[in-house]
Every structure is written in C-alpha cells, then in structure tokens.
C-alpha cells in the first residue's frame, strides 16, 4: 500500500488522495465535545448572534467573534470552552480566570466555559460590551502626537551634511617589559 501519514494529523493518506487538514471549520472544532460542552458552545453561540451583524468563522484552533476585528473567540478544549472576550478594562469577577493586556486600549479576559448556565448575565453582558467596544474607541478623540521639538540650525546643518562625530578609540597603552 503505498501512501504516507500526514505530519499535522497524523492521518493515514492513500497515494494519489487530496488531502487538506489545515482547514478547520466550527463542526470540525466543536464535534469533540461533551454534550453538556456542546449545549453550552450552542447556547454561547447563539447569545452572540443575537447581538448583531457579524463575521463567524474557525481560525486555527479557535472560532472568531468579529465585527471590523475580533471582540472575542472560543478555543474549545476537552473539559471547557475557554473564552477570550477582548474589552477596555479588566474584569474582576469569579468566572475571569485571567486578563491579559493586547493593546492599548484592549484587554483579553479569560473565561472558562463548563456548562450551558453559566452563558447568562454577566457573562452576556460582557460580550454586549466587547461587540460595542469598537464604535465606543472610534468616538473618543485620539490623543494628539507631540510635536517635535525645534532644531537648533548647528545641529539641522551637522545633521544634513553627515557630519556626525565619529567615536574614536583611546590609544593603547604600551607594555613596561616586566609588568603584566
């Protein structure tokens, strides 16, 4: 039998056979899970449809949550689905285990998902908020950059004509015949 095993999964491929693990989709991440897991992961997903006009799609081992940029994905993982709601503050609440800052003005909090219940208020409050984040971060004016200071005209004209100072090195001292 000629063939070979895939070095991503494992998987054994017959000679000639198309063969494409790097596509991932939602059924492929999500068909794994437990049943309560999957109540949860359908309850969680549909929470987050309500909220509005949306991009849903599997990316690497997650499911991003976008609308112009991700406001939050779920890695689903044997026990629990693992959370990472992107908003302008951390969260300090029993459910978050972690927050991480990504940017400047967002931080991922991380909450682990075990059972359908647990997708209720606050939980959807948090993903409200994350949703509206973006037009909440375009209304608020963007700190002015600060100015440059002026140049003095020695260091403009040193500057221009490449007339930096070079480093120059200390001489070597010789050595006394005798002393280390």
């Given amino acids: 039998m000629a063939g070979r095993e895939c070095y991503h999964c494992k998987q054994w491929i017959e ?7 790097w596509t991932t989709t939602e059924d492929a991440l999500t068909s794994d899970l437990s ?6 992961w359908e309850r969680l997903r ?9 991009r849903v799609y599997a990316s690497g081992s997650c499911i991003m949550f976008s609308r112009d940029v991700c406001y939050f994905f779920v890695r689903p993982k044997r026990q629990w689905l ?4 992107f908003l302008g503050r951390a969260l300090k609440a029993p459910q978050v285990q972690r927050a991480e800052r990504k940017t400047k003005n967002k931080i991922a909090n991380i909450i682990k ?11 959807t ?3 409200r ?21 002026p140049r003095s005209p ?5 500057r221009t004509a490449g007339a930096r100072k070079k480093k120059v090195a200390p001489p070597r001292r010789e050595r006394v015949a005798g002393k280390r």
């Fill in 15 to 21: 000679e000639g056979e198309q063969h494409d693990c």
């Fill in 35 to 40: 049943e309560e897991l999957r109540e949860a």
């Fill in 113 to 123: 998902i075990r059972h359908r219940d647990e997708v209720e208020p606050p939980f």
């Fill in 82 to 85: 693992e959370v990472s709601v």
């Fill in 129 to 149: 908020e994350a949703y509206e984040l973006p037009d909440i971060l375009a209304t608020q004016p963007r700190p002015a950059r600060a100015a440059a200071k």
């Fill in 125 to 127: 409050d948090w993903l």
């Fill in 46 to 54: 549909e929470a987050a449809v309500e909220l509005g006009e949306q």
């Fill in 154 to 158: 020695a260091k403009k004209k040193a």
